[in-house]
């Protein structure tokens, strides 16, 4: 397995709180990735980063925001949690060239 | 606007069955088509992958048969296992992309 950590695993907050998801690899890859995954919706792209302090917006970055200032961390930072961000969240990397992601265990968060 | 769409959305089979899930793409500039498959509580994993050099690739039970000029591309899961059960998710990149695009999956359940 890709060295993927991700902390919480899990995590129930409420409305208005702020949460911070943390990822942390040991494979030294230059790409990583938050998605969230939610029934029908499959795997959706919050927020992406192409190196340390280089990040770029998914398809679904409204109320996240992220972090990257090592390049083995990648915090998601929800800055006032709402219900509709009730999800499991994934982080990934790319190893190597664009062929292949690795994805973390996941996070399951629970906005009351 | 979903550039790669999966059906179906839910699959059963029998065991020892074969298990067929489709994907159509439409941008032409996809170049890698990675399989992933995921198990209840993990993170998704790779499971095949092809480039549109090739018509089909197999990996024990698992293939991938792709069509160029229709732009869709399918995992075949010969002699399907109850192990098997998981979701599946196809997925396109671009040349020189490192951002995929996922299909919204399939629930894959191999009655015993």
């Known amino acids: 397995d890709a060295g993927i950590t991700q902390s919480p695993r899990h995590k129930v907050t409420e409305t208005g709180t702020p949460v911070t998801l943390r990822c942390h690899q040991t494979?030294?890859?230059?790409?990583m990735y938050w998605y969230r995954q939610d029934p029908g919706h499959g795997l959706r792209l919050i927020h992406y980063?192409?190196?340390?302090?280089?990040?770029d917006k998914g398809e679904v970055s409204d109320g996240y925001s992220v972090s990257r200032s090592k390049t083995e961390d990648f915090l998601l930072t929800l800055e006032s949690a709402t219900s509709s961000q009730t999800s499991v969240y994934f982080c990934?990397?790319?190893?190597?060239?664009?062929?292949?992601?690795?994805f973390g265990p996941g996070t399951r968060l629970t906005v009351l | 606007q979903q550039q790669v769409k999966q059906s179906p959305q839910s699959l059963i089979v029998q065991k020892g069955g074969i298990s067929i899930i489709n994907c159509a793409y439409e941008n032409t500039a996809f170049d890698y088509f990675p399989w992933y498959q995921q198990f209840p509580g993990k993170g998704p994993a790779l499971l095949i992958a092809i480039r549109p050099d090739v018509s089909e690739k197999k990996e024990g039970r698992f293939t991938i048969s792709f069509n160029k000029s229709a732009k869709q591309f399918s995992l075949h899961i010969m002699d399907s296992q109850p192990g098997d059960s998981a979701t599946y998710f196809c997925?396109?990149?671009?040349?020189?992309?490192?951002?995929?695009?996922f299909g919204r999956g399939t629930s894959l359940i191999v009655h015993p």
């Open positions: 494979e030294n890859h230059r790409y």
């Open positions: 997925a396109a990149l671009k040349g020189g992309s490192y951002i995929p695009t």
């Open positions: 980063s192409y190196g340390v302090k280089d990040t």
């Open positions: 990934a990397i790319t190893g190597g060239g664009q062929d292949t992601q690795y």
